[in-house]
Structures are given as structure tokens and as C-alpha cells.
């Protein structure tokens, strides 16, 4: 009786040890099934899998041989199962982005421990055929902790809705009972999250102001954000708005009646999903049709072909040029940030910046005209504007291993805002440029032919390149080749710590690198 309880605990432990990879994988997809099953698809390798399927063929012939049979050599499934439990854990310690712990995963592990002990203690109890069947069971579980991670996701989302609904609602009653309070929504297929942070500091001049953190762009990261963070005097919140698919935005308006809106751009952005840029529009501009419920102002890029050919009239536009009522004139801008004069309805203002890029003088133009209707005064914007600091991840510059800079772009992901950050690099004059880069995702039809856009730019600025995924940098490479680049000072690499161990070899203080959308692991092959 000792050894199948021995096989018993050590495929429990297996079975948790391989969940720890798939539930990083899962909640890197957003705990979509759909997306996670893709990840599966491009990232199973076919020898472990076919190793895995005979291990499992022989516990069934062994079960059907007998229970003494199968008992006799459940404990070398088991010890098979950790091997390959033990190695899919260790994938998650060498990972980008590694799994967090939060309480929904911790319900699904004890969901899954619950589950998995339970089938090996009644299986060694009941005994027999029956008893036989459900340590198999568990044997099969153990070495496929997919199928573990999946029974896991579908078994417990009635829990998860309950308790979303829970917070939400919970939320909504929070945000209604700060008197006064203006809710300000800020969605777009890229420039959000930098014009979140850009208005946020600009309206911080009059009003106390509350703002979703880092990228909590969904409509659980809202809620979180209101139910920790939200206080009596909070007078302004500035509500980032992320979306995937059709229905995304309505949704968080739903949560939080936003009175005033800003939409900084409508592109090919998350095409897997959206399959069409017109289903990118729709979807962006369901936060319009919030805030006009509410006879709210929206602004909108006004240097955005699809806004300008499709937006409605009422809406308030501003671009980098004349011809709104909000932009900017004389322009100089280079490597230590930008100067210009800020036109704000009528009324002009100079200013300057240390962000780098000129797409950010887009965001800092829309920042400012929606505070400018919301009250700031010309001089205080101007203010707040020179005190900007880049947004952690986006055009930040630092230093790097061995003195050389690093322009850190690592959360761009939008095909406008990689080929400007290329840009902002060719401005770095006399020194050795880099970029590293595994190049662009969820473009649908688009992706191939974005990033073969992005390596011809590479090409023509950068003396170095490293590209990062051999499958996934397919389109650089073609793209850097036909723009001429010499292959012998491209370089391939598996990972970013890789990319990272060729570029220290022959970088010095007269380099700077670019970091180019840093991507998760689930993206990476």
C-alpha cells in the first residue's frame, strides 16, 4: 500500500508544479480559453508531447491488465509526471512576466489540489476497477496539467462572475457617493496610457485627482483601482479604457458614467480580436456615446485619418498642426525633448518638454485641451507640461550596462509609436545605435507586413540589430534585407536575456539601444 500512496502524493505535486506554467500562460491570455489554447497550439513541442502520450497509453494498458498491475507501477507515472511538473515550473522562474499569485489563481490551485487529492484518496480507498479508473485519472492529470488548468478555468467561472459582480457593483456604489466627482475616460488603439499620465499631472495644478495605475485598463482593473484608492475628496478620476473586442469600452462606462472623454487614436491595434478597423472605431467610440448620455464633452485626435473621416461632428478635435482648435506651432524638438507653442482655442502659450518622441506632443496637446475645458489655465498647463517625466516603459532613457544608454520602450506596441521611437534613436547623432526587438503582435492580417515596415526602418538608423524570436522576427529581417542592411551586424536571438548577452559583448558609452516592445512569454517563439 505504500507505493501507490507515494504515487498518489507525487502526481498531486506534479499536477501543481505543472500547473504553475499554464496558469502564467493563462493569465498572460487573459484567462481566455481561446487565446490560451493558440498559445498551446504555437508552443507545445511535438517530442514531450508524444512522450507524455505513451507514458499515458501505458497507465491505461496497465489499469486494464489489473489493479495490482497498475498499482505496481503507478509510481513510475508518477515520477514521470513530476519530471516533466518540475521542468514546466522552472519555465515560470526564467520567464519576462512571471505569475502572479492573485486570489482568483489562488482558487484555481486549490480548486485543482482539491480535485486531484481527492481522486487519488478515493481511488485507493474504493479500490477495484472503479478505484483503478480514477487513479488513472489522476495519473493523466498529472502529466497533462493543460487539461487540469482548463477544468479549473470552466469549473470555477461561475465563482469568478459572482465575485465580479460583487466588486463591481460595490465600485459603482463607491464612485457615486464622492460628491461632485468628474470622471474622465481615456481609451484609444495606442497614446492612452502616456495621455492618461500626461493629464493626470496637468490637472493635478487645480483639482485632486485620482487615476488607474500602470496599464489597469480593464474593467476589474477599474474596479480595483476604485475600491482601493478612491477617497471623499477625490474631485477628477482619469479612467484609462483598454479593449479587445467589441463591447470592451461600453462596458467600463457601464462601471463608472464617464463625463468627459478623449480618444487618441483608432488603428490596426488587437486585429485578432477586432478583424477589422471599423470594428476598432465602433468600439473606441462607445466611450462617445457614454459621455454624450451624460452631455458630456469628447475629444479626439484630429491627426487620426479614421477619426477625422468617421467621427461625429460634435466631436472636438486636436492635431499637431492648424486647423483645430488645439495644436501646436513651431516645433523644435530632438534627444532632450521638445519646445513649442501650445494654441489653446485662441489662446497661446510656450512650452517645453523633456519627453521624448513627437507623437508625445500629440498626447500633451490632447492632455491640454481637455484640461483647458475643464478649467486649467494656459500658464498652469504650461507648468505642468515642463514637469512631465517620461511614463516608465515608454521612451524612458536610462543608463545601461557599461555606461551605454537605453532609450526603454518595452510597453509600445503600436506600429505608429515603434516607427517614431526608430525616430527618436536616428536623433542620438555620433553614437552606435541598436535596437533589440521581437516586433509587433495582434495585427491581424496587418503583422507581417507592420513589421516588415519596422525592421526597413531599423535598417536605415541602426549600425547593430538584434532581433528576438526566430520564428517571430521573420518579417524584420526580410524587411532590414531589402532595405540593404548588412547581415553580419544582425544578430538572432532566443530570448531577451540573450539579446542582452550579444549586445553587452560589443556595446561601450558611445551606444545607445532601443528596447522595443518588451513582449510576454506567451508571445515569444
Same mark, same amino acid.
Given at each position: 500500500?505504500?507505493?501507490?500512496?507515494?504515487?498518489?502524493?507525487?502526481?498531486?505535486?506534479?499536477?501543481?508544479?505543472?500547473?504553475?506554467?499554464?496558469?502564467?500562460?493563462?493569465?498572460?491570455?487573459?484567462?481566455?480559453?481561446?487565446?490560451?489554447?493558440?498559445?498551446?497550439?504555437?508552443?507545445?513541442?511535438?517530442?514531450?508531447?508524444?512522450?507524455?502520450?505513451?507514458?499515458?497509453?501505458?497507465?491505461?494498458?496497465?489499469?486494464?491488465?489489473?489493479?495490482?498491475?497498475?498499482?505496481?507501477?503507478?509510481?513510475?507515472?508518477?515520477? &514521470?509526471?513530476?519530471?516533466?511538473?518540475? /521542468? !514546466?515550473?522552472?519555465?515560470?522562474? #526564467?520567464?519576462?512576466?512571471?505569475?502572479?499569485?492573485?486570489? /482568483?489563481?489562488?482558487?484555481?490551485?486549490?480548486?485543482?489540489?482539491?480535485?486531484?487529492?481527492?481522486?487519488?484518496?478515493?481511488?485507493?480507498?474504493?479500490?477495484?476497477?472503479?478505484?483503478?479508473?480514477?487513479?488513472?485519472?489522476?495519473?493523466?492529470?498529472?502529466?497533462?496539467?493543460?487539461?487540469?488548468?482548463?477544468?479549473?478555468?470552466?469549473?470555477?467561472?461561475?465563482?469568478?462572475?459572482?465575485?465580479?459582480?460583487?466588486?463591481?457593483? +460595490?465600485?459603482?456604489?463607491?464612485?457615486?457617493?464622492?460628491?461632485?466627482?468628474?470622471?474622465?475616460?481615456?481609451?484609444?488603439?495606442?497614446?492612452?496610457?502616456?495621455?492618461?499620465? @500626461?493629464?493626470?499631472?496637468?490637472?493635478?495644478?487645480?483639482?485632486?485627482?485620482?487615476?488607474?495605475?500602470?496599464?489597469?485598463?480593464?474593467?476589474?482593473? *477599474?474596479?480595483?483601482?476604485?475600491?482601493?484608492?478612491?477617497?471623499?475628496?477625490?474631485?477628477?478620476?482619469?479612467?484609462?479604457?483598454?479593449?479587445?473586442?467589441?463591447?470592451?469600452?461600453?462596458?467600463?462606462?457601464? @462601471?463608472?458614467?464617464?463625463?468627459?472623454?478623449?480618444?487618441?487614436?483608432?488603428? !490596426?491595434?488587437?486585429?485578432?480580436?477586432?478583424?477589422?478597423?471599423?470594428? &476598432?472605431?465602433?468600439?473606441?467610440?462607445?466611450?462617445?456615446?457614454?459621455?454624450?448620455?451624460?452631455?458630456?464633452? &469628447?475629444?479626439?485626435?484630429?491627426?487620426?485619418?479614421?477619426?477625422?473621416?468617421?467621427?461625429? +461632428?460634435?466631436?472636438?478635435?486636436?492635431? #499637431?498642426?492648424?486647423?483645430?482648435?488645439?495644436?501646436?506651432?513651431?516645433?523644435?524638438?530632438?534627444?532632450?525633448?521638445?519646445?513649442?507653442?501650445? *494654441?489653446?482655442?485662441?489662446?497661446?502659450?510656450?512650452?517645453?518638454?523633456?519627453?521624448?518622441?513627437?507623437?508625445?506632443?500629440?498626447?500633451?496637446?490632447? !492632455?491640454?485641451?481637455?484640461?483647458?475645458?475643464?478649467?486649467?489655465?494656459?500658464?498652469?498647463? !504650461?507648468?505642468?507640461?515642463? /514637469?512631465?517625466?517620461?511614463?516608465?516603459?515608454?521612451?524612458?532613457?536610462?543608463?545601461?550596462?557599461?555606461?551605454?544608454?537605453?532609450?526603454?520602450?518595452?510597453?509600445?506596441?503600436?506600429?505608429?509609436? $515603434?516607427?517614431?521611437? *526608430?525616430?527618436?534613436?536616428?536623433?542620438?547623432?555620433?553614437?552606435?545605435?541598436?535596437?533589440?526587438?521581437?516586433?509587433? *503582435?495582434?495585427?491581424?492580417?496587418?503583422?507581417?507586413? $507592420?513589421?516588415?515596415?519596422?525592421?526597413?526602418?531599423?535598417?536605415?538608423?541602426?549600425?547593430?540589430?538584434?532581433?528576438?524570436?526566430?520564428?517571430?522576427?521573420?518579417?524584420?529581417?526580410?524587411?532590414?534585407?531589402?532595405?540593404?542592411?548588412?547581415?553580419?551586424?544582425?544578430?538572432?536571438?532566443?530570448?531577451?536575456?540573450?539579446?542582452?548577452?550579444?549586445?553587452?559583448?560589443?556595446?561601450?558609452?558611445?551606444?545607445?539601444?532601443?528596447?522595443?516592445?518588451?513582449?510576454? +512569454?506567451?508571445?515569444?517563439?
Amino acid at each position: 500500500m505504500f507505493l501507490p500512496i507515494l504515487a498518489m502524493v507525487i502526481a498531486v505535486v506534479s499536477g501543481f508544479l505543472g500547473l504553475i506554467r499554464q496558469y502564467q500562460m493563462l493569465q498572460q491570455n487573459s484567462y481566455f480559453a481561446s487565446r490560451y489554447f493558440r498559445w498551446l497550439k504555437g508552443n507545445t513541442p511535438i517530442l514531450p508531447l508524444a512522450l507524455k502520450g505513451f507514458v499515458v497509453i501505458l497507465a491505461f494498458l496497465a489499469a486494464m491488465l489489473g489493479e495490482n498491475t497498475f498499482k505496481e507501477s503507478i509510481t513510475l507515472f508518477a515520477a &514521470v509526471a513530476l519530471y516533466f511538473g518540475w /521542468r !514546466a515550473a522552472s519555465q515560470n522562474g #526564467s520567464s519576462i512576466k512571471k505569475l502572479v499569485y492573485t486570489a /482568483r489563481v489562488k482558487r484555481m490551485f486549490a480548486f485543482s489540489f482539491v480535485l486531484t487529492l481527492m481522486l487519488g484518496v478515493l481511488g485507493l480507498v474504493i479500490g477495484g476497477i472503479i478505484g483503478t479508473v480514477l487513479l488513472t485519472v489522476l495519473v493523466v492529470l498529472s502529466i497533462f496539467p493543460e487539461i487540469l488548468c482548463l477544468l479549473s478555468l470552466f469549473a470555477l467561472k461561475p465563482v469568478e462572475i459572482s465575485y465580479a459582480n460583487y466588486y463591481i457593483n +460595490d465600485a459603482k456604489k463607491l464612485l457615486s457617493s464622492v460628491y461632485g466627482i468628474k470622471v474622465v475616460g481615456i481609451t484609444g488603439s495606442f497614446g492612452k496610457t502616456s495621455t492618461k499620465y @500626461i493629464l493626470s499631472r496637468i490637472l493635478s495644478e487645480k483639482f485632486n485627482v485620482l487615476h488607474t495605475p500602470e496599464s489597469f485598463n480593464t474593467p476589474m482593473g *477599474v474596479v480595483r483601482t476604485i475600491r482601493e484608492s478612491l477617497k471623499a475628496d477625490t474631485e477628477i478620476f482619469v479612467c484609462e479604457m483598454g479593449a479587445k473586442n467589441v463591447g470592451d469600452i461600453k462596458e467600463i462606462c457601464d @462601471i463608472v458614467h464617464p463625463d468627459f472623454g478623449l480618444i487618441t487614436s483608432v488603428g !490596426a491595434q488587437h486585429l485578432e480580436t477586432f478583424k477589422t478597423t471599423d470594428n &476598432v472605431f465602433k468600439t473606441k467610440f462607445e466611450l462617445y456615446d457614454a459621455v454624450k448620455a451624460k452631455g458630456g464633452v &469628447v475629444f479626439a485626435n484630429g491627426d487620426n485619418k479614421i477619426i477625422v473621416d468617421n467621427a461625429n +461632428d460634435d466631436v472636438i478635435l486636436y492635431s #499637431s498642426d492648424a486647423g483645430t482648435k488645439f495644436y501646436a506651432e513651431n516645433i523644435t524638438s530632438g534627444r532632450n525633448g521638445a519646445n513649442f507653442d501650445l *494654441v489653446l482655442n485662441g489662446e497661446k502659450v510656450a512650452v517645453s518638454t523633456k519627453l521624448l518622441g513627437r507623437h508625445n506632443i500629440l498626447n500633451i496637446i490632447g !492632455a491640454a485641451a481637455l484640461a483647458y475645458e475643464l478649467g486649467v489655465m494656459p500658464e498652469d498647463i !504650461a507648468f505642468a507640461i515642463s /514637469r512631465l517625466t517620461p511614463t516608465e516603459h515608454r521612451l524612458e532613457l536610462k543608463t545601461s550596462v557599461k555606461g551605454s544608454l537605453l532609450i526603454d520602450d518595452a510597453y509600445n506596441a503600436n506600429p505608429e509609436g $515603434c516607427l517614431e521611437a *526608430v525616430n527618436v534613436l536616428n536623433s542620438f547623432d555620433g553614437m552606435q545605435k541598436v535596437i533589440i526587438t521581437p516586433g509587433l *503582435v495582434e495585427l491581424g492580417d496587418k503583422e507581417f507586413e $507592420c513589421n516588415k515596415a519596422l525592421g526597413s526602418a531599423a535598417a536605415k538608423v541602426c549600425d547593430k540589430i538584434i532581433f528576438v524570436g526566430k520564428k517571430r522576427s521573420e518579417p524584420l529581417v526580410e524587411g532590414a534585407k531589402e532595405a540593404g542592411f548588412n547581415t553580419d551586424n544582425m544578430y538572432i536571438a532566443s530570448s531577451f536575456m540573450e539579446a542582452m548577452e550579444i549586445y553587452t559583448a560589443f556595446c561601450n558609452e558611445n551606444t545607445v539601444v532601443l528596447l522595443e516592445n518588451d513582449l510576454p +512569454d506567451n508571445y515569444l517563439k
